[in-house]
């Protein structure tokens, strides 16, 4: 069984569409995240929720928009998609909140390759 | 805000060399781990440093953890082309932000 499972793998979609990616963890964690790794590689943290509760929100267009239903699912849904929005997304778990004393290993889904055309 | 450094941004060896990437960050780390992102993967994690100074072993990969808390490394001894992938690491500020703060990231290729 996968432990942190997104949907869909890949989207290809036009400038100003709306769309949604999803993620489920198993694992029983407390906290999910969402990152952005751009063709360079690099990867940012966008969000992070613990128990449904959002706890960090980056520099992010308000265009995007996460949803945490219950602690074991994290969606996100991006408005009026635009070129620069095209990476990959990576949807991530951690048994607790990130903090100075505890290890958190953090587990990602596959990801998700979004192509804005 | 945090910034997280890594170099080289590239390397390229040949099956049997060692390799290391450097992990500098602003600010003082309460701890730091390491992930491996295979080409077309997803991040992996591979440990954790806590303690200044720490030095940790995984077959041939050694971790360290500087003694300021600023800084880390990775060395891969006699690479394979196995090692292959992108190495991150991740850092937490001793400020407790409650987020991880990935490094630039570092692309090994291995030449067989």
């Known amino acids: 069984d996968t432990a942190v499972s997104q949907t869909p793998k890949y989207l290809v979609t036009q400038m100003g569409n709306d769309k949604s990616i999803k993620c489920e963890q198993n694992?029983?964690?407390?906290?999910m995240y969402w990152y952005k790794q751009d063709s360079k590689k690099f990867l940012k943290i966008m969000f992070s929720?613990?128990?449904?509760?959002?706890?960090i929100n980056e520099t992010v267009p308000n265009r995007f928009s996460p949803k945490s239903p219950d602690k074991a699912h994290l969606n996100l849904h991006i408005n009026s998609l635009e070129l620069g929005d095209s990476a990959v997304y990576f949807c991530?778990?951690?048994?607790?909140?990130?903090?100075?004393?505890?290890?958190?290993?953090?587990?990602f889904g596959a990801g998700t390759r979004l192509s804005v055309l | 805000g945090q910034q997280v450094m890594q170099i080289p941004q590239y390397q390229h060896v040949q099956e049997g060399e060692d390799f290391t990437t450097y992990c500098n960050s602003s600010?003082?780390?309460?701890?730091i781990q390491w992930y491996k992102q295979r080409p077309g993967g997803h991040p992996v994690f591979l440990i954790q440093?806590?303690?200044?100074?720490e030095v940790k072993k995984q077959k041939r990969l050694t971790f360290q953890f500087g003694e300021a808390k600023k800084n880390s490394s990775l060395h891969i001894t006699a690479t394979q082309t196995t090692d292959v992938g992108t190495y991150f690491c991740?850092?937490?500020?001793?400020?407790?932000?409650?987020?991880?703060?990935f490094g630039t990231g570092t692309r090994l290729k291995v030449l067989a």
């Open positions: 440093l806590v303690k200044s100074g």
């Open positions: 694992l029983g964690h407390d906290t």
């Open positions: 991740a850092g937490v500020s001793d400020s407790g932000t409650y987020k991880y703060i």
């Open positions: 929720y613990n128990n449904k509760e959002l706890i």
């Open positions: 991530a778990s951690s048994q607790d909140l990130v903090s100075v004393t505890t290890k958190n290993i953090q587990y």
């Open positions: 600010t003082t780390l309460s701890n």
